[in-house]
């Protein structure tokens, strides 16, 4: 079955600092989609960031980018100069033709922002 | 102008009784879904529509029913409330038939808390 695994339930970082989030998942396909979703305390889910598996490039976007590792199977959500506004549940998911393109939801990394 | 929006924001009822939660987006998206997400933030699609389709249909017990009487509105009525349906019960669209391949864009979220 596939899977995806957040390994860390809560991280902490220093304001302005960076933090790297990691995400590990499971599948046999080749192409496929990534994301990470963010759920501040307000409890809105939004999107952060999507990666297309075929894209060697690592999506980025202001300060989020990702180190996308396909064949380790890993995809990492790295933030920049992290700001009190970061803290957050992240969640990271993929979909994949298999089944449907389903979303697959990791249990999410609780992220605090120290300032 | 709340593109996914819920109501009741918060819901607070006894065992057995019946409640509705209504949602609507005016993205003009064709996709609409349930998720419920439970005290550990652990995120499970319940349902899923396109053009007022029923395309998923997960494996929740049958008091819960949704309704889409039209592609912009999917509502979720739960019979016989039980204390296992306390949770926050998330709206969300999408522009693609399936949600792992887009972007998904999320309502507020409806806490509901069984007595």
């Known amino acids: 079955a596939q899977t995806v695994t957040q390994s860390q339930p809560e991280m902490s970082v220093q304001e302005a600092e960076t933090v790297t989030l990691s995400c590990t998942y499971d599948t046999s396909e080749s192409d496929y989609y990534l994301f990470w979703y963010k759920q501040p305390p307000s409890r809105q889910m939004i999107l952060v960031i999507r990666q297309e598996a075929y894209k060697q490039q690592n999506a980025t976007e202001n300060r989020f980018s990702v180190n996308f590792q396909k064949a380790a199977k890993s995809f990492s959500l790295k933030i920049s100069d992290s700001q009190l506004g970061d803290a957050a549940m992240y969640f990271c998911?993929?979909?994949?033709?298999?089944?449907?393109?389903?979303?697959?939801w990791g249990a999410g990394t609780k992220l605090i922002i120290k300032p | 102008d709340t593109a996914v929006s819920q109501t009741p924001k918060y819901l607070v009822t006894q065992m057995g009784n019946d409640k509705s939660i209504k949602c609507e987006q005016n993205?003009?998206?064709?996709?609409m879904y349930w998720y419920k997400q439970d005290s550990k933030k652990f995120l499970k699609i319940m349902f899923s529509?396109?053009?007022?389709?029923?395309?998923i249909n997960e494996t929740v017990p049958n008091r819960f029913s949704p309704k889409s009487p039209d592609k912009a509105h999917l509502n979720l009525h739960i019979n016989s409330l039980e204390l296992g349906d306390s949770a926050v019960y998330f709206c969300a669209s999408s522009q693609d038939r399936w949600q792992g391949v887009g972007e998904l864009f999320f309502g507020e979220g409806s806490r509901l808390t069984v007595l």
């Open positions: 529509y396109n053009n007022k389709e029923l395309i």
């Open positions: 998911a993929f979909g994949e033709p298999d089944s449907n393109y389903q979303l697959i």
């Open positions: 993205l003009g998206h064709d996709t």
